[in-house]
Antibody, heavy 117, light 107 residues
Framework: DVQLVESGGHLAQPGGSLRLSCSGSGFTFSHYNMTWVRQAPGKGLEWVSSISDSGDKTYYPDAVPGRFIISRDNSKSTLFLQLNNLRPEDTALYFC??????????WGRGTQVTVSS | SYELTQSSSVSVSPGQTARITCSGDILAKRYARWFQRKPGQAPLLLIYKDSERSSGIPERFSGSSSGSTVALTITDVQVEDEAEYFCYSAADNKGVIFGGGTRLTVL
């Protein structure tokens, strides 16, 4: 079965950094584009970033700050999201999904990031 | 930028039919997907390409499209269908946009 398991989210101080991970199993990870999505408390889902299957192309919405960096390690079937200079408005549940540009099919359960002093 | 609009909530009794709509200009030229989301669980793909049912999804879940509106219809609603349902579509720049989600309550 396809599984995506996010990790790395926790309470962080403003200005701090976090590295989120998403481990994929049950499919050939290197064959799929991947995406991060987040949902802040009381808000809707928001696309954060996507990356091509090989990792050579990355995509971000205009609204996402340059503080976020998506990457992947296909040898370990793992997707990453580096969050730098964290702000309280980055508080959200972060999901990874398989696919991008409207064709995501499987999602993880998410990892909670809380930014607070 | 594009937006997808869903009603915030729908309530039905078991055995009835629930219809959830999602509207947005982008839907006139891009396919939509529907996901079901329950607390603490990963979102589950129900429908892709507006009306194609994902593998393992019961036939009582169906999707349709007309112009800039897509709809998810659940016939013979079961108690376990109580969840949030959201639509989603491709946007520009390899991105995606989401509907705000519709809470289905089974009374």
């Amino acid at each position: 079965d396809v599984q995506l398991v996010e990790s790395g989210g926790h309470l962080a101080q403003p200005g701090g950094s976090l590295r989120l991970s998403c481990s994929g199993s049950g499919f050939t990870f290197s064959h799929y584009n991947m995406t991060w999505v987040r949902q802040a408390p009381g808000k809707g889902l928001e696309w954060v970033s996507s990356i091509s299957d090989s990792g050579d192309k990355t995509y971000y919405p205009d609204a996402v700050p340059g503080r976020f960096i998506i990457s992947r390690d296909n040898s370990k079937s793992t997707l990453f999201l580096q969050l730098n200079n964290l702000r309280p408005e980055d508080t959200a549940l972060y999901f990874c999904t398989r696919g991008f540009n409207g064709d995501s099919d499987f999602w993880g359960r998410g990892t909670q990031v809380t930014v607070s002093s | 930028s594009y937006e997808l609009t869903q009603s915030s909530s729908v309530s039905v009794s078991p055995g009835q039919t629930a219809r959830i709509t999602c509207s947005g200009d982008i839907l006139a030229k891009r396919y939509a997907r529907w996901f079901q989301r329950k607390p603490g669980q990963a979102p589950l793909l129900l429908i892709y390409k507006d009306s194609e049912r994902s593998s393992g999804i019961p036939e009582r879940f169906s999707g349709s499209s007309s112009g800039s509106t897509v709809a998810l219809t659940i016939t013979d609603v079961q108690v376990e269908d109580e969840a949030e349902y959201f639509c989603y579509s491709a946007a520009d720049n390899k991105g995606v946009i989401f509907g705000g989600g519709t809470r289905l309550t089974v009374l």
